[in-house]
């Protein structure tokens, strides 16, 4: 498979895509594109990068699995399209940011303004079959994913590692917290969140007052 990333991720991410975990991925998620609904559409597979210089890097958020119900997933973690219900973890995110830095509550929930700013919004998995939730996990993606996290860390400085729920804290191991602000919190899930493990955790001001400590823009929530 011609891999279509955008050429600053390109460049650090060649390599992976010459491995054979990573060939033997790319016939997986043919086939699977071929005999089954899948999300996101195949030309959102790597939308993250494609909305997200390498270059300009300033936040990693990290998720798990694309949305598997219609019109949702668009390659972007925690994101819906345009028109479609913000499912509850993202309504839990917003009004995170609202009461941290009043930021009124967003009609949209599609994220392409924060990944154009430089937030990386990267699930471990990219692919997922239709109303199958984690259908394409452990096929090579999570290798892939956990390769993109270490390059990030290798290659950048001052990155702000959002980390929420378990899953995402595991992957703490992949990040230099010397040259990088690590952030972990529950998951916004209302299953956690409402049991006090999300709300009040301020990630979003203490990811820009990181930034703006090491003269970076900040990002608008």
Same mark, same amino acid.
């Given at each position: 498979?011609?891999?279509?990333?955008?050429?600053?991720?390109?460049?650090?991410?060649?390599?992976?895509?010459?491995?054979?975990?990573?060939?033997?991925?790319?016939?997986?998620?043919?086939?699977?594109?071929?005999?089954?609904?899948?999300?996101?559409?195949?030309?959102?597979?790597?939308?993250?990068?494609?909305?997200?210089?390498?270059?300009?890097?300033?936040?990693?958020?990290?998720?798990?699995?694309?949305?598997?119900?219609?019109?949702?997933?668009?390659?972007?973690?925690?994101?819906?399209?345009?028109?479609?219900?913000?499912?509850?973890? &993202? %309504?839990?995110?917003? $009004?995170?940011?609202?009461?941290?830095?009043?930021? #009124?509550? +967003?009609? *949209?929930?599609?994220?392409?303004?924060?990944?154009?700013?430089?937030?990386?919004?990267?699930?471990?998995?990219?692919?997922?079959?239709?109303?199958?939730?984690?259908?394409?996990q452990k096929k090579g993606w999570e290798e892939f994913t956990d390769a993109v996290i270490k390059i990030?860390?290798?290659?950048n400085e001052h990155v702000v590692f959002l980390l929420w729920g378990g899953y995402a804290k595991k992957?703490?191991? &992949? %990040?230099?917290?010397? $040259?990088?602000?690590?952030?972990?919190?529950?998951? #916004?899930? +209302?299953? *956690?969140a409402n049991r006090g493990y999300w709300f009040g955790n301020k990630h979003f001001s203490k990811a820009?007052?990181?930034?703006?400590?090491?003269?970076?823009?900040?990002?608008?929530?």
């Open positions: 498979m011609k891999v279509q990333i955008a050429e600053s991720w390109k460049k650090v991410l060649q390599d992976e895509f010459e491995k054979p975990y990573f060939e033997e991925l790319t016939k997986f998620v043919k086939q699977e594109y071929s005999s089954n609904i899948c999300y996101p559409e195949g030309n959102k597979i790597f939308e993250a990068f494609n909305l997200c210089d390498f270059n300009q890097l300033k936040v990693v958020i990290i998720g798990q699995d694309p949305y598997h119900g219609p019109n949702q997933a668009h390659g972007l973690c925690f994101s819906v399209n345009e028109g479609i219900a913000h499912p509850p973890s &993202l %309504i839990n995110i917003f $009004k995170e940011i609202e009461a941290d830095i009043q930021i #009124p509550y +967003p009609q *949209s929930g599609k994220l392409e303004r924060w990944a154009k700013q430089g937030v990386l919004l990267l699930n471990a998995t990219l692919t997922v079959r239709a109303h199958e939730a984690g259908s394409h990030i860390s290798k290659e992957k703490s191991v &992949l %990040i230099d917290s010397k $040259k990088h602000c690590v952030l972990t919190t529950g998951h #916004p899930s +209302p299953l *956690s820009n007052s990181y930034l703006k400590t090491n003269n970076l823009p900040q990002i608008n929530w």
